[in-house]
């Protein structure tokens, strides 16, 4: 019995000095990972970190455009506060919450629609037909499109007065008289919507085709044999496989869509019936020169997202399985 004692006692220490070289390997690539962000890191906190603790110390005073020097501190009187029997601030502004509903509900819709839309893209320009590579180069233009510039092709569309869209409608028999698509508070939402999904379809069809070009075959070929429902294959095979991808585009998406400023100011302006957190806040702080109350409205925009974000995290980590 001494023997394999003995034949065991080299191997546990073998395996410490291995663990221990493992760990010694794995510090020193740390502190290399360190060393090679720590530019990056520095130059984030000047151009993001600095402006955002600005921004911050703005929302607790009285700042105004013509003179940010003088301001004096407020406390959460831009937040809220009680004076001769009412309550005032941003969470008692109605139309700050009517700019959170609007940008939650453009949001989910928009994103929702570009994963359902984009995979469907994805899964067409995944399949083999003759010139493949350019509809692929195709469907980017969208996204290549600055979006400045797509905005404002689709307002000279969408317009009531001379708008192809209204022309094209009015041939095909499907409405009878020109649709104000911008200024409708019924329609303003919807359009915006849609140039929003028309622009970013492509990044989210992108991504899921590079996911979808990794995929084994193997599984293919084996429900093929097996006689199994295409559809079927998709919502058991392809779609788990490609959940990951799928999380990065919606993240993604969702961050862009959570502080969308350009393409609704572009098409709709400031109007109530469309306006977001980040154009109320605009609004406040270059219209209504109130770079406190601005700051506030920023500020709580930067908290709302940076939840949604975290939550979102969260909750895909623990549908993926991922360790803690």
Known sequence: MSQPVAERAPH?????????????????????AWLFLAPMLVALALVAGWPLLRTFYFSFTDASLADTGRAALIGFDNYLVYDDGAWYGLLTDPVWWTSVWNTVFF?????????????????????????????????????AIPTIVSAKMWAWMLNDQF?????????????????????????????????????????????VLAALQ???????????????????????????LITPALMVAVIFRLLDALRVFDVIYVL???STNTMTMSIYARQQLVEFQDVGYGSAASTLLFLIIAL???????????QLGVDQ
């Not at 995929?215 to 788990?240: M, N, Q, W």
């Not at 949604?308 to 623990?318: M, P, S």
């Open 163 to 207: 708008g192809i869209i209204n022309h094209l409608l009015m041939m095909l028999g499907i409405i009878d008289a020109p649709l104000a698509w911008t200024a409708d508070a019924d329609l303003s939402m919807w359009a915006v919507i849609m140039v929003d999904v028309w622009k970013t379809i492509p990044f989210v069809a992108l991504l």
């Open 214 to 240: 990794m995929l084994p075959s193997d599984c293919y070929e084996a429900a093929e044999v097996d006689g199994i429902h295409p559809v079927k294959v998709f919502f058991r095979v392809t779609l788990p």
């Open 107 to 143: 949001s989910v819709t928009s994103v929702s629609l570009e994963v359902v839309f984009g995979v469907i893209v994805a899964l067409l320009l995944n399949a083999e037909f003759r010139g493949r590579m350019l509809v692929r180069a195709a469907v980017l233009i969208p996204w």
């Open 308 to 318: 949604i974000t975290v939550l979102y995290l969260y909750l895909g980590r623990r």
């Open 12 to 32: 546990r220490g073998g395996a410490a000095k291995s663990g221990y070289r493992g760990t010694k390997v794995r510090r020193q690539r740390v502190r290399a």
């Open 268 to 270: 709709t302006s400031n």
